[in-house]
C-alpha cells in the first residue's frame, strides 16, 4: 500500500469508507472536533479522510468503530478490509456475491451503482440492447425484470420497482447531474412487453427529455464499426477530485472501472457520438416509432435508416 499521501489515486472504496464514517458519526451526534482531538489529529485531517482525499489509516478506523459502538463482527472486518484496500482501484462484482478477483479484493463489499451515480456530476451512457434505467418507464422496466427472473414473486417485482422510481428521482434533484444517453436505433424497436408498453416507454424517453439536463441521441443502425460494438456501458464523471467511472453491466453482475481504464471508455463515448443523429433528429424518430407501435404498424428500423 503507498506510504505516502502523494502516491494514494482517490478510489471509491476510498470514498465508500469516508462515507460511511462520516454517517456513522453523525448518526451518532459527535462533531469532526471531537473525534479529531480523540483520534491526536488535526481538524482539517480528519474531514479530508471522511471527504476520501486522504485514505483513512487502518488503525483510526478501528479506533473509530470502538467510539461509535461498531461491535459486530462482520460490520467492523467489511469497513477495516476497505481501509486496508482503499488504494485498490477496478473490480469485477457479481450480484449478490462478495468482489472475486486478486487477493484482497474479495474482502470488499460490492459497490452499489446507484450510490456511484448519487456523487457523479454527469453520466454518459451507451445503451445498444435495452432503456437505460434511469429513463425506464414503469411497465418496461417490470417487463425487464420478469424477463431476467420468471419466478421472482410479486411482492418482490412490485418492490424493485418502487426502488427503481425513488432512485430516478436523482434526476430531479436540486443540482442533478447531467445525463446523456446514446440508444442503438435498433432497440427503439425491440418490443420490450409488447408494443403498447414500448410505444409508452418511448413516450416516456420523450418527457424525460424536457428537462434541460437531460438529452438522449440515437446511433444510426447503418453506423457500422465503432467502439461500441464490444458491448453497453456507462461512465461517471465523478465530482472532484476523483476520477471517473465506467460500468460495464453483465446478466449477473459488472465491471467497475476507475481513472485511467475508464477514462477510455469516455474516449469511446464521445467517438461513438460523433455518428449519432442529431438531438432533434433523434427525437423525431422516437416519436415516429412511438406512433408506428400504437398503431402497430411497426417500421423495419433498416428502412428507416435508409
Known sequence: MPT???????????????????????????????IAAYLGVEFSTLARYERAEWPFRTDHVAALLDVYGVFAERDREELLAMSRNAWRVCQWQVDGVKDTGTAGINEQPSLDPWWILSRSEELCVYAPTVIPPLLQSRDYAEALMRHSDPNA??????????????????????????????????????????????????????????????????????????PGVYGGFSVSQMRPPYPPVALLEQLTGRAV?????????????????????????????????????????????KKVAA
Open 153 to 226: 414473486p410479486m411482492p418482490k417485482v412490485d418492490a424493485r420497482i418502487r426502488q427503481l422510481i425513488e432512485q430516478q428521482q436523482m434526476l430531479d434533484a436540486k443540482q442533478p447531474m447531467r445525463l446523456l444517453v446514446i440508444l442503438e436505433q435498433d432497440l427503439l424497436h425491440r418490443s420490450v412487453g409488447g408494443r403498447l408498453v414500448m410505444a409508452a416507454q418511448l413516450e416516456h424517453l420523450a418527457r424525460a427529455v424536457e428537462r434541460p439536463h437531460v438529452n438522449v441521441v440515437v446511433l444510426p443502425s447503418y453506423a457500422g464499426w465503432h
Open 4 to 34: 505516502k499521501r502523494e502516491q494514494f489515486q482517490h478510489s471509491l472504496r476510498a470514498q465508500l469508507l469516508g462515507d460511511r464514517m462520516r454517517q456513522l458519526r453523525e448518526d451518532r451526534g459527535l462533531t469532526l472536533k471531537y
Open 257 to 301: 472501472l476507475e481513472a485511467d481504464a475508464a477514462e477510455a471508455y469516455r474516449k469511446a463515448f464521445d467517438r461513438i457520438k460523433e455518428t449519432a443523429y442529431s438531438i432533434a433528429e433523434s427525437m423525431s424518430l422516437i416519436a415516429t416509432v412511438a406512433e408506428e407501435m400504437r398503431a402497430g404498424t411497426p417500421t423495419d428500423p
